[in-house]
Antibody, heavy 120, light 110 residues
Framework: QVQLVQSGAEVQKPGSSVKVSCKAS????????ISWVRQAPGQGLEWIGG????????NYAQKFQGRVTITADASTSTAYMDLSSLRSEDTAVYYC?????????????WGQGTTVTVSS | NFMLTQPHSVSESPGKTVTISCTRS????????VHWYQKRPGSSPTTVIY?????PSGVPDRFSGSIDSSSNSASLTISGLKTEDEADYYC?????????FGGGTKLTVL
């Protein structure tokens, strides 16, 4: 059974960047999409972007275009989400999630979440 | 791109059945799979339905999903409600490199 383990909580200053990792274990990594989703306090789930490690090309929500970079390292079964120009509104819990069936972008395995706090 | 619209909240009594709708604003609901997630405070989301009507192992058969092309919507139905079902529920779909979430529905079991 695939499990996703994320890196620990981060506190960053406005204007800086944060890089969150998501390591997969117990299953195939390359052919199923990995998405990054966040939930800000009191808000709903929001898709940031995703990547199919086999192809290496990431897709991003328009809102985050230019500010986020998602990568994957198949050799270590780890995906990364790098968000720059942080502002207070980026304070949220960030989740990685793995697609169940290739091409459906439905997420059935979720990481434990990484809390990112943006504060001066 | 399209939007997925859910009711903000629903409430029902234990033992009853509740249905949460998810209406797609443009394009056919049937053209891309719909998935449903349960989100409790302080916990990661969990998948209750994937690919319109499939239940992950471990999810009780009280949870079911369907789509209705006539109303261009998907539905999550929970029967035999339990207090532990109280949570936020989100639908999600995908089109042309973009994943879209509904705004979420708060289910209260009272």
């Amino acid at each position: 059974q695939v499990q996703l383990v994320q890196s620990g909580a981060e506190v960053q200053k406005p204007g800086s960047s944060v890089k969150v990792s998501c390591k997969a274990s117990g299953g195939t990594f390359s052919s199923n999409a990995i998405s990054w989703v966040r939930q800000a306090p009191g808000q709903g789930l929001e898709w940031i972007g995703g990547i199919i490690p086999l192809f290496g090309t990431a897709n991003y929500a328009q809102k985050f275009q230019g500010r986020v970079t998602i990568t994957a390292d198949a050799s270590t079964s780890t995906a990364y989400m790098d968000l720059s120009s942080l502002r207070s509104e980026d304070t949220a819990v960030y989740y990685c999630a793995r697609e169940v069936t290739s091409g459906t972008w439905g997420m059935t395995v979720w990481g434990q979440g990484t809390t990112v706090t943006v504060s001066s | 791109n399209f939007m997925l619209t859910q009711p903000h909240s629903v409430s029902e009594s234990p033992g009853k059945t509740v249905t949460i709708s998810c209406t797609r604003s443009s394009g056919s609901i049937a053209s891309n799979y719909v998935h449903w997630y349960q989100k409790r405070p302080g916990s990661s989301p969990t998948t209750v339905i994937y690919e319109d009507d499939q239940r992950p192992s471990g999810v009780p058969d009280r949870f079911s999903g369907s789509i209705d092309s006539s109303s261009n919507s998907a539905s999550l139905t929970i029967s035999g409600l339990k207090t532990e079902d109280e949570a936020d529920y989100y639908c999600q779909s995908y089109h042309s490199t973009t994943v879209v979430f509904g705004g979420g529905t708060k289910l209260t079991v009272l």
